[in-house]
């Protein structure tokens, strides 16, 4: 199986910062790499697909880069409701496989 | 817009076959793969398998021997089956479709 490394696991920032969540991949995966985010009692919420396509909708704080194996979510200004659970999903090879989570707490 | 309901059973007891279903409306199986997922309570998101419009199926090792898959292309609904459930198949069971429409996640609890 494919493993999504996640980093990092949790972490505290405050209203207008700039942060990035990072996923490697064990190997190739091409750019078939979604980012999730996901609020306490609600099912994710696709943010990116492709690695760094904005789904109509999602604001445009949020953004993908891919780099090989190393994929980067950043949110460029954070807003109060962007305090949640993120994940990332390989979807190139079966089993799909899920990174463990990033949960985004305020500072 | 593509609304996503699924239902089925919330609590069973060990050795049961878990059973869900999910309906799209507003849209349509073909041309996408659908899947269901669980989440553990407080843990992380798990990928079970997905089915395609011709019934085509991929299943997690890990579940492998214990889960069916199928799709009923005339009523857009596909539905999970779970055999010999465990206190560890104890999550929220999530169907989605294309990975952008999710339904609202179902609490299956397995308890003596």
């Known amino acids: 199986d494919i493993q999504m490394t996640q980093s990092p696991s949790a972490m505290s920032a405050s209203v207008g910062d700039r942060i990035t969540i990072t996923c490697r991949a064990s190997?190739?995966?091409?750019?078939?790499l979604d980012w999730f985010q996901q609020k306490p009692g609600k099912a994710p919420k696709r943010l990116i697909y492709a690695s760094s396509t904005l789904p109509s909708g999602v604001p445009s704080r949020f953004s993908g880069r891919a780099s090989g194996t190393e994929f980067n979510l950043t949110i460029s200004s954070l807003q109060p409701e962007d305090f949640a659970t993120y994940y990332c999903l390989q979807h190139n090879t079966y089993p799909y496989t899920f990174g463990r989570g990033t949960k985004l707490e305020i500072k | 817009q593509v609304q996503v309901q699924q239902w089925g059973a919330g609590l069973l007891k060990p050795s049961e076959t878990l059973s869900l279903t999910c309906a799209v409306d507003?849209?349509?199986?073909?041309?996408?793969?659908w899947s269901w997922i669980r989440q553990p309570p407080g843990k992380g998101l798990e990928w079970i398998g997905d089915?395609?419009?011709?019934?085509?199926?991929n299943y997690n090792p890990s579940l492998k021997r214990r889960v069916t898959i199928s799709a009923d292309m005339s009523r857009n609904q596909f539905s999970l089956k779970l055999n010999s459930v465990t206190a560890a198949d104890t999550a929220v069971y999530y169907c989605t479709t294309g990975w952008a429409s999710w339904g609202q996640g179902i609490l299956v609890t397995v308890s003596p």
């Open positions: 089915v395609n419009h011709s019934g085509s199926t």
């Open positions: 507003g849209g349509s199986l073909g041309g996408y793969y």
């Open positions: 190997q190739y995966i091409s750019n078939h």
